[in-house]
């Protein structure tokens, strides 16, 4: 794992524990406390509770990454925290209404980083991935291997390295 996928996995699993932690233990408190949250009201408890596991869960897919750096799970972390991020950025941009400009700018580059090391640990794990196999094959799942990192078993049954 290269020093720039490892940072990626690390401030991306740090920032998603952080956050799905205190929505789903302190619901109320993040929406009073975490900056530019009540700029959308109203409130709902269940809603953040829910956002909260899922940035637990997504967590739990970098932690995972991070634990055993296969491509196959740095691009499956990268894709999570991606299919997030993209869409929590473009909602953010469409409802800076109410915001400071200092907010706006925090805000939008906050959720722009976010997005960018998600897309990021996507292409990284994928082309470790293409150079591990040493083939220029997509990412993916090809059949007979496990993963596209050329881990899995052979006809035989037995492990490949």
């Keep these: ?68 750096p296969r491509p196959v799970l740095v691009v499956t972390a990268g894709l999570a925290s991606t299919v997030f991020a993209v869409p929590h950025l473009v909602f953010h941009l469409e409802h800076l209404d109410g915001a400071s400009s200092a907010q706006a700018i925090v805000l939008t580059a906050a959720n722009a980083t976010a997005a960018a090391l998600g897309i990021l640990l996507v292409a990284l794990g ?21 993963s596209f990192s050329g881990h899995g078993t052979g006809p035989d049954g037995q492990p490949r390295s």
């Excluded at 998603?16 to 009201?41: I, K």
């Design 1 to 68: 794992m290269t020093l720039v996928t490892w940072l990626a996995l690390v401030v991306l699993a740090f920032v998603e524990l952080v956050v799905g932690l205190w929505n789903q233990w302190f619901p109320d408190s993040f929406y009073r406390d975490f900056p530019t949250v009540a700029l959308t009201p109203p409130f709902s408890e269940h809603y953040a509770r829910d956002f909260g596991g899922a940035t637990i869960g997504i967590a739990v897919v970098l932690v995972a990454a991070l634990v055993s």
């Design 126 to 146: 994928t082309k470790d991935g293409l150079q591990r196999t040493g083939s220029g094959r997509t990412a993916g799942i090809v059949p007979g291997q496990g």
